[in-house]
């Protein structure tokens, strides 16, 4: 870290020091081998001491690093673990997973990016070993011992990388806050699902029903929660909405209208109380016709077709 030519403070991060300056202490010996796009390089360190408490830390900490500003702190190219280190242009990978693109295909494309230029090196090192041993056999060189390229380092388990996403995503966590709670919307839509509960994998697999999402007209999601059943529990959900809404103040400026599925036991009066009269509670167009055929108990009624169809009607007429 040029620390002088940025001409930054650095300041001791143990609580006992009362924010001492850190100075320089020397280069690091440990050299971190960072994992880059299409092979690795090595990334080295300075100590930084306390004048105070005489501990050493290092400039590559993440209480340092928390000290820089935004334009010296993106110049740092990578995220550390414990063993590795991950340069940030495979961290833009992992921001873009989705279907077809988990943490394993991109490790595998990554590893044929490190094959294809470890083979690209081998053919450069035996190109310039052909010209030692044609000097040899003209005389010019006496020794003509060439070693053989050394083997291609392989690359960390796909859980590695998706360690360093977990860490990409604590470190702009401050800014996911910030973009999900800037969402609002006249017309709020609460809806439940089990869809998003069936993905779970790990500890949080199978302890939860049902996850109910607040989205607004745009198709934005507000909110999510996940929940042990359906319709129960929302309350934290509706007060932090309201909340949100408060110190936005557009809830009292404007209308708002609230949209429910077939969430029941919604509490909201209780919870928005009478400053809040502004806000219109409606059911959801879809299950509000599918109350309408109360007769029916299955799908497979022999009225569900005959109350589907004036569904259709009735939705087609509304827009």
């Known amino acids: 870290m040029p620390r002088k030519q940025w001409k930054v403070q650095l300041y001791c991060p143990h609580p006992g020091c009362d924010r001492q300056e850190l100075a320089s202490a020397g280069i690091n010996q440990k050299v971190r081998q960072v994992v880059d796009i299409d092979g690795y390089y090595n990334l080295a360190c300075d100590n930084l001491e306390c004048m105070k408490c005489r501990r050493r830390v290092l400039s590559w900490s993440h209480s340092i690093l928390s000290q820089l500003d935004i334009g010296h702190r993106v110049q740092f190219p990578c995220i550390l673990t414990?063993?590795?280190?991950?340069?940030?242009k495979i961290v833009l990978l992992l921001r873009n997973r989705g279907l077809g693109n988990s943490c394993s295909q991109i490790r595998k494309k990554v590893d044929e990016q490190h094959d294809e230029a470890w083979l690209n090196s081998n053919a450069h090192y035996l190109?310039?070993?052909s010209g030692f041993i044609d000097a040899a056999h003209s005389g010019l060189l006496v020794n003509r011992t060439i070693s053989d390229p050394p083997e291609r380092a392989a690359l960390p388990r796909h859980r590695w990388f998706m360690q360093i996403y977990i860490q990409d995503v604590f470190q702009r966590l401050d800014e996911i806050k910030a973009g999900i709670t800037s969402v609002f919307g006249r017309i709020l839509k609460l809806d439940?699902?089990?869809?998003?509960?069936?993905?779970?994998?790990?500890?949080?697999?199978?302890?939860?029903?049902?996850?109910?999402?607040?989205?607004?007209?745009?198709g934005q999601i507000l909110t999510?929660?996940?929940?042990?059943?359906?319709?129960?529990?929302?309350?934290?959900m509706l007060v932090g909405i309201i909340n949100r809404y408060q110190r936005q103040r557009s809830l009292r400026q404007k209308s708002c209208t609230l949209i429910v599925t077939a969430v029941v036991h919604l509490p909201y009066?209780?919870?928005?109380?009478?400053?809040?009269?502004?806000?219109?509670v409606r059911l959801d167009i879809?299950?509000?016709?599918?109350?309408?055929?109360?007769?029916?108990?299955?799908?497979?009624?022999?009225?569900?077709?005959?109350?589907?169809?004036?569904?259709?009607?009735?939705?087609?007429?509304l827009g």
Not at 209 to 214: G, I, K, Q, T
Request: with cysteine; charged share 20%; hydrophobic share 30%.
């Open 127 to 129: 190109t310039d070993c």
């Open 192 to 218: 439940s699902t089990k869809k998003v509960v069936k993905k779970l994998a790990g500890r949080p697999a199978k302890t939860a029903l049902w996850c109910s999402n607040v989205g607004n007209e745009h």
């Open 82 to 88: 414990a063993k590795h280190a991950c340069d940030r």
């Open 269 to 280: 009066n209780s919870v928005a109380g009478p400053q809040h009269e502004c806000t219109v």
């Open 286 to 317: 879809w299950h509000f016709m599918r109350r309408i055929a109360t007769g029916c108990s299955t799908d497979s009624h022999a009225f569900v077709l005959n109350f589907h169809g004036y569904d259709e009607q009735l939705a087609s007429s």
């Open 224 to 236: 999510s929660v996940m929940t042990s059943s359906e319709g129960h529990g929302l309350t934290p």
